[in-house]
């Protein structure tokens, strides 16, 4: 470790290092010093913090004169002798300075292979129930605030969208800490210690068989895009997102598969098709206008968007009230009663089996699927033709 005055003139004569860096002291001023490395000069001040060496960054040697250096290097020491930790000091300063809308950003670029449906339900969090503290630095909201603000989203939004926003918040908070020496405990944990969280009952509604007749002369009656859509959620179980940005290019007639590459939980999903939804989409696409969509629609995205309407269309005319989600239900309630393999039900859901062992080593492919598929699709028509004899 050289020691040498710091000059100009001895600064330029300096060499890069061949690899790493090495650490000139000044004679002039104890606890000043210039960094070098392979290809860059930075001054640097050195002193004890409770008896703990801190070494402080003053500035690169192109940019500063050594004179101009040595001096901010003295008023570093002099804080640094009257107990201060200039790099703590720079620390919280960076933390102060991530705010929630910061922290959302970053948590994004770090997890680009998120679902959109997960990124757009992280992005409504954020800019609809947490609105207020988007310009707050992360650290300053606290466990009360947390509180507070989980019992006004459920009573402005309900108790369940309360629980996901402060979920949401729960990742974005710990991807920041984590990356963070000094952040305060995460104050969603708060919800726990009080038992605050809401409890939140799973949805059960299914199309009922008693229901199903009535339901499905309501959706024939329909236009053929909502008819369509309708008859292709009941007869696949697929979701809502899933069957929106369904495309041409992954379904094939001749072989009677849909393939779709990215799904909800990450994974990609191989589906046989039934005879009767073969027979539907080889209709659609005869009748197809070049819209890469399966189901296109008016707006930016060219595929359709909105479903609301119809689905309080068919409600009204069938008298049943029911979701799409409904649907996904009906589907497998209908597979469960015909008996249909545990496994092939987690596969037709594309639900995973990770803490099932024995899941891990059964392989349930396209073609093992294809019968079960059959099956559904003959018990729905048979249930909807016994009304009608």
Known sequence: MPNLRLTRRAVDEIPFAHSGQVLYRDTLLSGFGLRVGTRSKVFFAEGQVNRRTRRVTIGRADLFAPDIARRKALAVLGEMADGHDPNAEKRKDQVERITLEIAFSRFFEARPNLSEH???????????????????????????????????IAKAHGETTANNAMRHFRSVYNFVAATQDEFPPNPVHILSQARAWYKETRRQTVVTAADLPDWWEAVIAEPEYSRDFLLTALFTGMRRGELLKLRWENIDLKAKTLHLPSTKNGDPLDLPLSDFLTDLLAQRWAHSTGSPWVFPGPGKSGHMVETKKFLLRVSAGSGVKFTLHDLRRTFITIAESLDVPYYALKRLLNHRTNGDVTGGYIVVNTERLRDPVEQVAARILELVDESQK
């Open 118 to 152: 997960t990124v757009s339900g992280y992005q409504r969090t954020e800019r609809l129930y947490l609105k207020s503290w988007r310009t707050k630095p992360l650290n300053d909201i606290t466990r009360q605030m947390v509180l507070k603000k989980h019992q006004d």
